[in-house]
């Protein structure tokens, strides 16, 4: 079945810290994968998304996920955190049949200015 | 501008009560579906809407109903709302299926709904 796991459900760190979210994915199609964010009271919002091609996706606000295809992961990174980063991240994969967005749990970040 | 537009954005029920939330996007997109957020299950696919007229069952389908009627909408309908339906529902469009791996979804704003 297809399913993504995201390892940290809530994570909190100080400003300027870096931030490494765990995902990774069980599918068994072609792989297309996203990063949303949502922001306090606020809808989800695309971070970046892979689709093929470099496996080093940048998105906006400085964020940044490599898909590895051996370990199945497509982890999201930012070098240096804000407090404006204080969210719900979630990884998903679409399932190109059904145009499904398959979501992760969801990791809760929090930063301490 | 472009978006998806959710009616209400926040909505409280009783048992029972028919209810009706509204999804209506300005993009022309084919693709419409709707989401509801739980904590720690993330977001689950409810129904889904290829084109008009054509729906189908999500990951969560039962105790909810949908129609499309026209392109730009896309109601969910809770028959009788029971309290395990108490959550954030979001609506999504897109521009068609046979693209939608290089299509990005628009969600909507969110429908917070608690059902007592």
């Known amino acids: 079945a297809q399913s993504v796991s995201q390892h940290n459900h809530h994570v909190i760190l100080s400003e300027a810290a870096s931030l490494e979210l765990g995902c990774n994915y069980s599918?068994?199609?072609?792989?297309?994968l996203f990063w949303y964010v949502q922001y306090p009271g606020q809808h989800l919002q695309l971070l970046l998304k892979?689709?093929?091609?470099?496996?080093l996706v940048k998105g906006i606000k400085g964020f940044e996920a490599e898909f590895i295809k051996s370990k199945f992961s497509f982890n999201l990174r930012k070098p240096s955190v804000q407090w404006s980063d204080t969210a719900e991240y979630f990884c998903?994969?679409?399932?190109?049949?059904?145009?499904?967005?398959?979501f992760g749990q969801g990791t809760t970040l929090q930063v301490k200015p | 501008e472009a978006q998806v537009t959710q009616n209400p954005r926040y909505l409280i029920t009783v048992t029972g009560k028919k209810l009706t939330v509204t999804c209506s996007q300005n993009?022309?997109?084919?693709?419409m579906s709707w989401y509801r957020q739980d904590p720690g299950l993330g977001l689950r696919q409810i129904y889904y809407?290829?084109?008009?007229?054509?729906?189908d069952k999500g990951d969560v389908p039962e105790g909810y109903k949908v129609s499309r009627k026209e392109k730009r909408n896309f109601p969910l309908i809770l028959e009788s709302p029971s309290p395990n339906q108490t959550s954030l529902y979001f609506c999504?469009?897109?521009?068609?299926?046979?693209?939608?791996?290089?299509?990005?979804?628009?969600f909507g704003a969110g429908t917070r709904l608690s059902v007592l």
């Open positions: 999504a469009s897109s521009l068609s299926r046979q693209s939608l791996a290089k299509n990005i979804q628009y």
């Open positions: 599918y068994g199609g072609t792989v297309n």
């Open positions: 892979y689709f093929s091609g470099d496996p």
């Open positions: 998903a994969v679409l399932s190109s049949n059904t145009g499904k967005l398959i």
């Open positions: 993009m022309n997109h084919e693709y």
């Open positions: 809407s290829m084109n008009v007229e054509v729906t």
